[in-house]
């Protein structure tokens, strides 16, 4: 009751006199805490989008320019064991799967340049490493029989030439020993070697058609700064456009394939993507080995490394299906059927007209006849072989990915060509690879659990005062008015007390009145 009375009197002498001021004041705060709790998400949404943004000087800059992060590439190779039943017999190919051949990289960019229009243009710089450790004492100096690509290409492409053009090749192959097979070491496939006939093509053939190297390499000129340049939008104008491409060596789509919609080269680098991402959300990767972008859904929730939770994205099942199955896969067979099989992505379009055709490892979600045709290849198994990204979903940052893609060639076979009249019409895989993040270095991952578990403990925790320290107003507010009002009614019944006397009837010692 002291204590009551003590805050009233106070809340009365102080600069609240008047109780109204504090039960407004106490509604308001109340109101205030409504509307920071309903506007929350909205101002984490500016918050997020101003910080992802690709801004010189941002946090998130330095992450995007030099990612703090060691890519992994394991590499596994498809060597013919039995090439020349294979060719002298007709048996089925037999191949031995090699690896993982394990490459660290360094992913940076070089050369960027800001422009006007919310977009930044930049190279890309990776370097590869070959690690001996986490090969398993594999060695780049292995030797493998695998199909000769160069000439394998040559040879199928001739199928529509004239015939003394064929006669012609085969002659020139006698004299230079070119075989089917060649046996060469892992380093040189992958990083080149020095090939006859696309030395003899660099030499002869008119200098518009020429191929830009004499080497064969399955990742050849991949280590090093790349000459393609990029520009991507940094979001700092259209959130919805971060890190997607805007053009790519000046220009704004493939030029391969038959519509606007599958010539589009809007996708992520895969490394970021627009924040916000919801479980219906279709996230697109820009691949230009590809020649296309990805598209990726919603498969489940998953834990990353340091406990940040993420949404795993996977390409649809249908995304290499054939032309004949679903007819919206036609724009990607311009020159008409028959068309790539299913499950398998024919990239001679951007591959100098060799016929390579891409499908994911082990031929996962193909048509099984595929590896079928050759002996010694596994059954697909999702765990090890399906292409997927793990992004964190407020902030679309890839937390966990592993990209990962078979190089097979469609070889046709040539009777005109006698070193090659005996290799069959078949789609011969040759290598796959995973290309992969595991997870984002402590200080990334700290920060992005931060900006998950954060807002909601700050949204409660401040509307939550805010309302709490509203009700103390008002409900103290109104108490205290009460409490007037009731004195004042008591005032009001009784007959005015005489000075100094409480209205308890106590008889206040200072106002005894004269005793003397
Ligand atoms: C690849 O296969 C060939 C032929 O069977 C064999 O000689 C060679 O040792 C194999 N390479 C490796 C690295 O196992
Ligand atoms: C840097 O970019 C400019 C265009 O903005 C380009 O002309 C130049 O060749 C690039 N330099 C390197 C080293 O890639
Ligand atoms: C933005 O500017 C760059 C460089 O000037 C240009 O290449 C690009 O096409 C522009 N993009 C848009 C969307 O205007
Ligand atoms: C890639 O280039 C770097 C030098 O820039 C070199 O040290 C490294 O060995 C190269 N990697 C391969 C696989 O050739
Ligand atoms: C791949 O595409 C090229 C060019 O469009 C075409 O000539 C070739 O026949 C196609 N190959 C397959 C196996 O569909």
């Not at 998130?60 to 990612?67: D, M, R």
């Not at 939008?233 to 456009?241: E, L, M, Q, V």
């Not at 068309?339 to 996962?364: I, R």
Request: proline share 8%; charged share 20%.
């Amino acid at each position: 009751m002291r204590i009551n009375r003590g805050i009233c009197g106070k809340l009365q002498g102080g600069f609240l006199r008047r109780w109204w001021a504090a039960v407004a004041a106490g509604a308001l705060l109340i109101i205030f805490a409504g509307v920071l709790a309903a506007l929350f998400p909205n101002i984490m949404e500016l918050i997020i989008n101003r910080e992802v943004s690709i801004r010189e000087g941002s946090r998130s800059y330095g992450w995007w320019k030099a990612p703090p992060i060691v890519p992994r590439m394991n590499i596994y190779i498809y060597n013919v064991t039995n090439a020349d039943e294979f060719l002298n017999n007709g048996d089925k190919p037999i191949v031995d799967e090699l690896g993982p051949y394990v490459y660290l990289q360094k992913w940076d960019k070089t050369n960027i340049t800001f422009n006007d229009n919310g977009t930044v243009s930049y190279n890309v710089r990776k370097r590869f490493v070959f690690s001996e450790e986490l090969s398993s004492g594999l060695s780049e100096d292995d030797l493998v029989i695998v199909p000769n690509v160069p000439m394998l290409s040559a040879t199928s492409q001739s199928r529509h030439a004239a015939r003394f053009l064929r006669l012609a090749m085969a002659s020139i192959m006698d004299i230079l020993k070119i075989k089917p097979f060649v046996e060469v070491s892992i380093g040189q496939l992958l990083w080149g070697y020095d090939d006859p006939l696309l030395k003899l093509a660099k030499d002869v053939v008119p200098k518009e058609q020429k191929l830009p190297y004499d080497q064969f390499g399955l990742l050849y000129g991949k280590n090093g700064t790349h000459p393609d340049m990029y520009t991507v939008f940094t979001g700092t104008s259209d959130i919805t456009k971060y890190g997607m491409m805007d053009r790519w060596n000046g220009k704004d789509s493939f030029q391969h394939w038959t519509t606007d919609q599958c010539d589009n080269i809007l996708g992520g680098d895969g490394s970021i993507f627009p924040p916000h991402i919801s479980k219906q959300t279709v996230l697109k990767v820009f691949d230009k080995d590809l020649c296309r972008t990805l598209p990726l859904v919603f498969k489940e929730e998953v834990a990353t490394a340091g406990d940040v939770p993420g949404y795993r994205f996977v390409p649809p099942k249908d995304v290499f299906a054939s032309a004949d199955r679903i007819s919206a896969q036609e724009c990607y067979c311009p020159s008409g059927p028959p068309c790539a099989p299913e499950g398998t992505f024919n990239v001679s379009k951007c591959q100098y007209d060799s016929p390579v055709l891409l499908s994911f490892p082990h031929f996962y979600l193909a048509d099984p006849a595929l590896r079928e045709a050759v002996v010694g290849i596994s059954p697909p198994d999702a765990e090890k072989h399906q292409f997927f990204i793990d992004v964190q979903p407020l902030m679309g940052t890839t937390l966990r990915a592993r990209a990962r893609v078979q190089i097979n060639l469609a070889v046709s076979q040539v009777r005109d060509i006698k070193q090659v009249a005996s290799f069959p019409d078949i789609i011969f895989p040759i290598m796959w690879f995973e290309d992969g993040v595991d997870g984002l270095p402590e200080e990334v991952t700290s920060l992005l659990k931060m900006a998950v578990d954060v807002p909601p403990i700050a949204r409660a925790g401040l509307a939550g005062a805010m309302a709490a320290a509203g009700i103390i107003v008002l409900v103290g507010a109104l108490f205290c008015l009460a409490r007037a009002a009731k004195r004042q009614e008591k005032l009001h019944l009784s007959n005015p007390l005489p000075p100094g006397m409480t209205k308890q009837g106590n008889i206040n010692p200072g106002f005894q009145g004269p005793t003397k």
